[in-house]
């Protein structure tokens, strides 16, 4: 299984594609990203101290495996809508779900796509994807100072 590099084409058009709109995905995946990552390692931890590290070591490699054919299809059209999907559907999934197998597997599927999608943006239009990624970080800490849900290692109490 080979990643595009992000000079190669995608399944992004790169002579349609335009700047504000890659850009734009580009920061709201790395939001969905993001939260994904603070739901992933949680859970991960959660259920490793509950059944296993072998079992949460299963759930990461069963949802790899799922997505590993996306993986091989993102040079191709129809792949990169599906990661889109995958990576926004399991998002919102979280928000409903919360036995923590599942969590776990969703946050997986969430940093997964983000990591298959990211290069096809980068393809796609470098400048804005690489601005996206940078707004989305920016963003992301601003919904959680505005939320009051920063947690710095350095905070007391």
């Known amino acids: 299984m080979t990643i595009p590099r992000p000079d190669?084409?995608?399944s992004l058009d790169r002579e349609r594609s335009r700047p504000l709109p890659v850009?734009?995905?580009a920061g709201l995946?790395?939001?969905l990203m993001l939260q994904g990552t603070r739901v992933l390692a949680t859970y991960l931890t959660i259920v490793a101290d509950n059944r296993g590290w072998l079992y949460s070591a299963g759930i990461v490699l069963a949802v790899s495996a799922a997505l590993a054919p996306l993986a091989v299809a993102v040079r191709r059209r129809g792949a990169f809508p599906v990661l889109i999907a995958v990576l926004a559907g399991s998002?919102?999934?979280l928000q409903f779900w919360e036995q923590p197998e599942a969590r776990a597997a969703l946050g997986v599927?969430?940093?997964?796509s983000w990591c298959l999608?990211?290069?096809a943006l980068l393809g796609a239009h470098r400048a804005a994807a690489s601005l996206g990624v940078v707004a989305g970080l920016g963003l992301d800490l601003a919904i959680r100072i505005a939320f009051g849900t920063l947690d710095?290692?350095?905070a007391t109490g």
């Open 8 to 10: 190669t084409p995608t």
């Open 23 to 25: 850009g734009l995905l």
């Open 29 to 31: 995946t790395t939001v």
């Open 91 to 93: 998002r919102l999934l």
């Open 109 to 112: 599927a969430i940093v997964g």
């Open 117 to 119: 999608v990211t290069p």
């Open 152 to 154: 710095l290692p350095w």
